[in-house]
């Protein structure tokens, strides 16, 4: 009994030497991540409504005209605009309950770019009708938009214009509304009556909208600033607002800084009225276009810097009239603008209003790129507010690699070098996932690829993504199926999770 004990064991032993020795010439098999999620049914061939629904609170007057009460709703959101701009169209079409009312029926949304964001400021665009309001309604708008936008946390100022101009809180436009804050504590009369006494002030501290030109001479970002107003004339105003500029923003960084506006003036800034249009006139010498530019400002951006913060803040002007040396600038080329580089922007009769240079403003998105140890880093890149959180536009971003103009620089880029717009051939959103479906191309440019190269490669673009509001999860497609892998280190089927641990700071 005991041999044939021992002739089992070393049998035993023999077959796992055996089994041993022929592991050893396998190639491992790719781990999978997370469990395989079923394939959508409906695999994404374009760039299909990618919404979320989210709960949300609608700031109304109460019945009583006291206060704004909030009203709780769902709103259906899309991960690809900022939340800001679906929440004004709800808010500006809620119909009221019970205890409150609906926002005043001249209360309407300009039909184009009612509502943009850049940085943490968001600004809306009212109609024509809109001017019909007293002031005293029209700042309860004003605030109830600001308790409804402010609400995530992403937004903390708001500004509200009628036909792109700002209406100030007095008939003869002389006081100026500043950026609207939360406020969900104070009833509307202290609001108001705190706001308005800036009408017999001798001076005022107010929340502006500072525009100041990004890195790479790309655009305008924004940036909110208590400033003080001694001086709470036109004159005055535009100098402290010009100063600001000059100092700098204090939150945002690698920016260009402008030269002293004050040291190039060659009058003092003035408001006046010309041809049915009153607008702030600013003389500069002929020293001030080589001062900017050598500061890598282009003078198209400047003047989109310029333009933006006076006419956000200033009440009751449509636009401003600019002097170089003896030159009126009527027209501009700008170069370095994501969109219109190169067309000639013209200024009827020399007014340059803030609509003209919608081109110019950009918000930031969030991107994730290696650095030198193999980690992933985020930066931030100013990119144009309207493609700020677009999926197809943040993969793009993504491809292009790290860029001089991010806030990181000298970073790797993750996605293989030859990756195309047309290699996504579609997107999709199912409740917190978001669906990517490639060609074949992916797989092909990814050939040869080492695995940690395609673990940032998947990490880079799935943290990426899941910056956006709403977005958990990534799953990625090839041609419509999931292939177990796409260099042959990471197992591709199912859902990609952010990973925090391949970030470094």
């Known amino acids: 009994m005991k041999k044939m004990k021992s002739r089992l064991a070393a049998l035993l032993l023999c077959l796992m030497l055996l089994l041993t020795g022929c592991a050893k010439n396998e190639t ?9 999620a079923a394939l959508p049914e409906n695999v994404p061939l374009n760039d299909s409504m990618q919404t979320h629904v989210s709960t949300v609170l609608f700031y109304l007057p109460s019945q009583d005209g006291v206060r704004l009460t909030a009203v709780p709703g769902t709103a259906e959101l899309s991960i690809s605009r900022h939340s800001a701009q679906s929440l004004c169209q709800l808010l500006f079409s809620h119909e009221g309950t019970e205890g409150t009312l609906p926002l005043p029926a001249d209360a309407v949304l300009s039909e184009t770019e009612a509502a943009e964001v850049s940085g943490n400021v968001a600004t809306v665009n009212l109609a024509g009708s809109a001017l019909r309001l007293s002031h005293e309604e029209l700042f309860t708008v004003g605030q109830a938009v600001a308790n409804t936008l402010c609400q995530f946390g992403d937004v903390q100022y708001v500004n509200v214009l009628i036909n792109g101009v700002q209406p100030g809180l007095d008939v003869a436009a002389t006081v100026p509304a500043g950026c609207y804050r939360q406020n969900t504590r104070d009833d509307l009369n202290t609001l108001w009556n705190r706001a308005s006494a800036a009408r017999n002030a001798q001076r005022l501290t107010a929340s502006a909208a500072l525009y100041f030109p990004a890195a790479g001479a790309r655009g305008v970002v924004c940036e909110a600033q208590d400033l003080s107003f001694s001086d709470l004339t036109p004159a005055g105003m535009m100098k402290t607002l010009l100063e600001a500029l000059h100092a700098g923003p204090r939150t945002l960084t690698g920016l260009p800084a402008y030269p002293d506006f004050s040291a190039h003036l060659l009058e003092e800034p003035q408001v006046i009225e010309r041809n049915g249009t009153r607008r ?11 001062a900017i530019i050598e500061n890598g400002i282009t003078r198209s951006v400047m003047v989109a810097s310029v333009v933006y913060t006076l006419c956000t803040f200033l009440p009751g002007v ?14 501009l080329t700008p170069s370095g603008i994501y969109t219109g580089a190169g067309e000639t922007i013209r200024f009827s009769d020399g ?12 918000s930031s998105c969030k991107l994730y790129f290696a650095d030198e140890k193999g980690m992933l880093k985020m930066v931030t890149r100013s990119v144009p507010f309207y493609e700020s959180r677009n999926v197809r536009q943040i993969v793009n971003q993504l491809a292009r690699g790290s860029q001089s103009y991010d806030s990181l620089e000298n970073l790797g880029g993750v996605l293989p070098e030859g990756l195309r717009d047309a290699d996504l051939i579609g ?4 409740k917190d996932t978001l669906i990517l479906n490639f060609s074949q191309q992916l797989v092909s440019l990814c050939e040869g690829m080492d695995d940690q190269t395609e673990k940032r490669m998947i990490y880079g673009l799935v943290n990426t993504l899941c910056e956006l509001e709403g977005v958990k999860k990534v799953q990625i497609l090839v041609e419509g199926t999931q292939p177990d892998s796409l260099a042959g280190h990471l197992y591709l089927p199912g859902v990609f999770l952010p990973n925090p641990d391949m970030v470094t700071q």
């Open 351 to 362: 007014l340059m209003q803030r609509s003209d240079f919608s081109a110019f403003l950009l």
């Open 427 to 430: 997107v999709a959103f199912e």
């Open 280 to 290: 702030a006139v600013l003389c500069f010498d002929e020293a001030f276009n080589g």
């Open 318 to 331: 449509d636009g401003v009239e600019m002097y170089i040396g003896n030159e009126q600038i009527t027209s």
């Open 28 to 36: 491992p098999a790719v781990q999978p991540t997370l469990p395989p």
